[in-house]
């Protein structure tokens, strides 16, 4: 046994003190997975006798403008870390963006341009502000030793992994048993992944379930390079609002962190009672206790609904505030006795009499006249609170209030 080994035995061997039990658990909230958990609490123990803060990594790729509140499960965690006196690093992952995570697909990933990575890095930082402590965040890209790297690095680092540990990874496998295409680029990724966590000295990095293959990476790397290797910490995926899918804004089954207190609000409402709990564990503040009572007043007949108000004031006061959230509150009531919104767009259109499907896609509230027939089919779509249920409809001029489904509203002006 060497002398670090040594070490590490005789500090696991020393009975943990109560802040650092403190801060363990509050990392194990919620987390699916934390590997290895002895040596993260060795981590922890070391960082309260020397007074040094662990180093503490998420990386997100800029391969959309906006965050939601799936992206959240793992900020949130972040902050709990950071107010505990870790250092947070918040890594932009411009370089791997060009090549794309192919974590959980089926099929390569579109290569994004450098210009929509960067137009897309802009706003990430600020948003993820909303939960971070910005002024405590390191942030970092990881271009800055990436581009560095040259052919002649990447080359190096690619030899320190095999193809056979490659396809160890079950989305590969996957796809090649099903003989669907795999990129050689697409092998670079976790590499790169993994040299972030050289290049920032990480002891923990976090990330999503779908992440540990190449999280598992960055602690061979570091091994490679004579680190001591990180742990990592997996955080479950948050389901989106269809209570099925993985909460993506290409699915439109997400809640973004920017929109409005009342689509956030009515959005969160929409949740089946059941998804609330999952919703309740993986982004709610509240105890583990409270959540627990909560739970116990619903099985004895304690109405669902006023639990998921509760949830969903929280997170508008989160995102924006408590006025909003009361706001929000009045709002969702209104619309739930089938009152109009007070904040609904006005729209001013010309070409009356205009037909009820160009109508309803000319003012936004459908993507498409065949989606907007399909609403009037369904009865889904109101004038001045009126259903409308003529698809050949002809909407003469004039100022009514346009409504589809029970969250979309114009205030429209119709001329000829």
């Known amino acids: ?19 650092v039990q403190h801060a363990l658990a509050v990392t194990k909230r919620g987390v699916d997975e934390l ?7 060795q981590k922890l123990a070391r960082s309260e006798k020397t007074g040094k803060p662990l180093r503490i990594k998420l990386g997100l790729d800029p391969t959309a403008p906006d965050l939601h509140l799936g992206h959240t499960v793992v900020l949130n965690k972040m ?3 950071q107010d505990l006196g870790h250092t947070v690093i918040f890594l932009i992952g411009d370089f791997t963006s060009m090549i794309g995570d192919p974590s959980g697909r089926n099929a390569t990933r579109p290569q994004l341009t450098r210009e929509q990575i960067e137009e897309n890095a802009k706003t990430y930082f600020s948003q993820a502000s909303l939960v971070l402590d910005a002024s405590k965040t390191e942030i970092r890209y990881n271009s800055e030793w990436s581009d560095a790297l040259g ?9 320190r992994y095999t193809v056979a540990r490659m396809m160890e990874r079950d989305d590969f496998t996957k796809r090649f048993k099903a003989g669907t295409p795999i990129s050689v680029h697409e092998f670079l990724y ?10 920032l000295e990480s002891d923990l990095e976090l990330g999503g379930t779908d992440q540990k293959f190449n999280l598992l ?32 804004k290409s699915k439109n089954n997400y809640i973004g962190i920017t929109e409005p207190g009342n689509t956030m609000f009515a959005k969160v409402m929409s949740i089946s009672d059941e998804m609330m709990w999952r919703y309740y564990d993986l982004l709610s503040f509240t105890s583990i206790e409270h959540i627990a009572a909560e ?8 109405n669902p609904r006023n639990v998921k108000v509760a949830l969903a004031q929280e997170i508008v006061t989160r995102f924006h505030s408590a006025q909003a959230a009361q706001d929000a509150l009045a709002d969702f009531e209104n619309r739930s006795k089938g009152g109009i919104p007070d904040d609904i767009p006005e729209v001013s259109l010309n070409g009356a009499p205009l037909a009820i499907g160009n109508l309803l896609k000319s003012a936004g509230l459908c993507a498409s006249t065949s989606e907007a027939l399909r609403m009037v089919e369904q009865g889904g779509v109101k004038i001045d609170g009126a259903t409308v249920s003529d698809k050949a409809l002809k909407v003469e001029a004039g100022s009514f209030v346009l409504q589809v489904g029970k969250r ?5 002006h119709l001329s000829a």
């Open 295 to 302: 739970k116990q007043a619903v099985a004895q007949g304690k």
């Open 190 to 199: 976790p590499l790169m992944q993994g040299y972030d966590s050289v290049a």
């Open 217 to 248: 990476v960055g602690r061979e790397l570091q091994k490679d390079w004579g680190q001591e290797p990180q742990c990592i910490l997996t955080m479950p995926l948050l389901e989106g609002l269809d209570g099925v899918e993985k909460m993506s």
């Open 79 to 81: 902050r709990q870390l």
């Open 151 to 159: 052919v002649r690095g990447m080359i190096k680092l690619a030899s």
């Open 408 to 412: 979309k509203f114009a205030r429209v």
């Open 35 to 41: 590997l290895i958990e002895q040596e993260f609490a």
């Open 1 to 19: 046994m060497d002398k670090s080994q040594q070490e590490n035995a005789a500090e696991a061997a020393l009975p943990l003190s109560d802040a």
